[in-house]
Every structure is written in C-alpha cells, then in structure tokens.
C-alpha cells in the first residue's frame, strides 16, 4: 500500500469517527454518491450496491447523524501542505441558492439569486448557502471547502461569510490571502473583517465610487475625511495612476493594469486600499471581452501588479465547485422536510470534495468515449469521481455491516394525521442609514 492510499484511508476513518450517530448508514450514502454519476431523486442512491441498507435507512441517516463540523473543519486544515513562502494559502469565499420551490412547509425560505423561474426575473425560493474553500492549484477547478453552511433569513451573505473567515483563519498557521466577488467589494464587508488576519482581493461594481484620502488639515472647521472622489464608470473623473503597465498573455492578449493607491470607501474612510484596473487592449473585443475590472487589495504584503490580476482569476474555481456539487454530487436532488437535516446533507458535501482531491493520485482515467484522455495531473473533480469506483473496491469502507432490526410496526391504529404547518416565505430588507436632513437657509 503506498503512502497516497494509506493517506485516503486515514482521512477516511477519521470522517467515520466524525459522524456521529448512523455514521455506518451515513458513510455509506456518501459512498453511493461517489460511485453514482446520474440520479433522478435522493432515494436511488440506495440502490448502489455500495448501500447495503435499506432506502429508509438513507433518510434516517440525515435524520440522525449528526457531523463535527468544526473537527471537519480542522481536519480539512491539516490535509492544506505548508507552503513555500513565495506561495501562500489562497482561500475564496461565495454563496450559491438551494432552489426550493415548492416546499411551502419548509422553514426560513429566503428570496435568493438564481435562475429566472419567479415572473421571468433572476430570483427562486429556498435557502442561500455560503461556502469558503481553499484554492490548491493556480489552474483548474479545484475548490476544497472548509465551510460550507446555510444562510439563515436573519443573516446576510456577508455576516455569514464574515463568521466563516474568523473561524477558519484562528487555524491557520500563516495569514492567507482571500478573494471575493462584487457582493463583498463594500464598506460593511470591510469594517466587518479589519480585524481578521486576512489579506482581501475583492472585485468593485464597475458603478461603485471611491475617495482618495484626505488632504492635510488646514485649521479652519472640521478636518476632511474624504478627498478626491473618482467614479468607476467616469473616466474623467479618474486620477493618476501610481502604477501602469502592459503585459502579453498567451490566453487573454494584451492586458492593460493601472493602479491607484491610499482609496476607500465612503462608509469606511479608515481603511485605505489599493484599487486596480484591469483591461484587455486590441481591436475585434467583443463588449463583454473590452469590459473592464476592478479589484481592491487590503493586505500587508501585497503581491506584484504583473501577478494580482491572475491571482484574482483563481476565484472563479468555486463557481465551478458550485456547479459540480449540484450536478455530479447531487446536492440539490434532495428534497428534505426540515433545514436540520439539508444542513446534514450539506455538510457531507465538503467531505466528498476532500475525498477525490486526496485520490486523484491514484485514480486511473477511466473516460467515457467521448472524453479525451488526460493526465493526472490535470485530471478534474468530475473525471476523479468517475474512476472512483474502482479505488474504493480496493480500499474498503470503515463502515459495519447491517444488522436485522425486524419489522417496523408502522402506524398507530386510530391515530390522526396531522398537516404540516406551513411557513412564509422571508423577505430580507436592507435597513440603510438615514442621512440628516440640511436645515433651511
């Protein structure tokens, strides 16, 4: 046995352990995930031949179980290599919608984001999930989630993001660098994390302004706290740069980064940051290939201007870390009752994803006819999955046989069924501050 399997091996008793209850039901649902690339519903997962129970035992798993999630977490942490000190820790943050519906009787449903199923605009119901997973490679579509949890209707996509970041950063050994979206680009997100030991690189809404800092007092009234106000979308309105520069990319062709130094946002004048434009040069772009992108660096140790713009790139692993979750593993397919157990179910997700990153050495490509062969080294959370059967025929399973439990002696006699409630959906509001009104002259 050779040091990858032993690894994979340990990393999967140790999951095993941090189950909890129906963790022999549980392990082996995630199993029949792993090894089952089409499913129409939750319950044909237990028709895999790697689920040795029952279907109602699949249910009862979720019931049960009950997963360690900050021992998960730590777990995860300890399988990130120390890395060179020209190579630091890169974490991405990001939420994603569980769409559900038709599940009136579902609890703290929330308007989220998603596909355009509500009148033809770009929002469903069901539950929002926030994820923050670890980068490990500079190309590619691996994400490794360290947390990945709901978003409850009294929480905002960055108050969650915001605890998830404190909690994973008080493990690590070294301060990482982060990136996130436009939805993270604002002064409540900045306030919120300057005391977390964190760089950020966080895109800006080409429409957002900023402000240079402040001019030197000059000893008349109230010291300024905002300079030079420079609109994103107004070139005019722009300053000059500190930093410019040209690069060739094999990939994106000539790429044009200006930078900006000692900015903030309004709401937040005490935090300066770096502001950095990035362009793509040449003639035949198409509108949404010349559309420019703004980045912000708040960070100790802020990497060169030749390599931020690709280092932002990275981010874009956890969109396809969504996707994958949602098709191959099939998160959403599950139509659960209660938010207790899709927290459950979720939190198998991560482990599945730690899984195939930690077999991808020794899976053998095993493509349909139609996919291209591709070496290990680039081979994807999808082509990993797809071999994994044959890996786990040779590894085994830490989960017990099933035992005869005898036969349920189901429904009372005479007793009443009763409907279940049905909840409201919550419709989140943004309380914004309001501005003193000027007095009349």
Sequence with gaps: ?????????????????????????????????????????????????????????????????????????????????????SQRIILAGDHTPWPRTEAPTLKDRTYEHGAKVISGKPITLGHGYSTLAWIPKEKGSWALPLRHERITSHETPITRAVLQLKQVCRHLEERPITLWDSEYGCANFVKLTSEINADKLMRLRPNRCV????????????????????????????????ESIEINDSTWGVVKIQKWSQFHFYESAEHPMEIILIQRQGKGLSQKEAKPMWLAWIGTEQPSL????????????????????????????????????????????????????????????????????????????????????????????????????????????????????????????VTRQKKDKKEAD
Excluded at 217 to 239: D, E, F, N, V
Excluded at 315 to 325: C, L, T
Aim: net charge positive; charged share 25%.
């Design 306 to 429: 030749m390599s931020l713009w690709s280092l932002y790139l990275k981010r874009f692993a956890i969109e396809h870390w969504n996707r994958f979750v949602k098709q191959r593993l099939h998160w959403t397919k599950a139509k659960l009752g209660n938010t207790e157990s899709g927290q459950r179910w979720s939190n198998l997700m991560p482990i599945l994803t730690w899984q195939l990153w930690l077999a991808r050495e020794m899976i053998e490509d095993n493509p349909l006819p139609w996919q291209k062969p591709q070496p290990l080294e680039k081979l994807t959370p999808g082509r990993v999955a797809q071999g994994f059967a044959g890996l786990l025929a040779v590894i085994g399973t830490p989960a017990k046989p099933p035992k005869p439990r005898g036969k349920s002696p189901g429904w009372e006699k005479g007793k009443k069924r009763k409907k279940k409630p049905r909840y409201p959906v919550v419709k989140k509001t």
């Design 211 to 242: 402000f240079a800092k402040a001019p030197a007092y000059q000893g008349k009234g109230r010291p300024k706290k905002h300079g030079h106000k420079m609109k994103l979308s107004a070139p005019i309105t722009w300053a000059i740069p500190i």
């Design 1 to 85: 046995m050779n040091q990858s399997t032993q690894k994979l091996q340990d990393f999967r008793n140790e999951v095993y352990q941090l189950l909890g209850p129906a963790k022999d039901s549980t392990f082996e649902l995630m199993d029949a995930i792993l090894v089952t690339k089409n499913v129409y519903s939750l319950v044909e997962l237990s028709l895999s031949p790697v689920f040795r129970r029952k279907w109602s035992s699949l249910y009862e798993a979720l019931d049960d179980c009950r997963p360690k999630t900050n021992k998960l977490m730590k777990l995860y942490i300890s399988e990130i290599p120390s890395s060179e000190p």
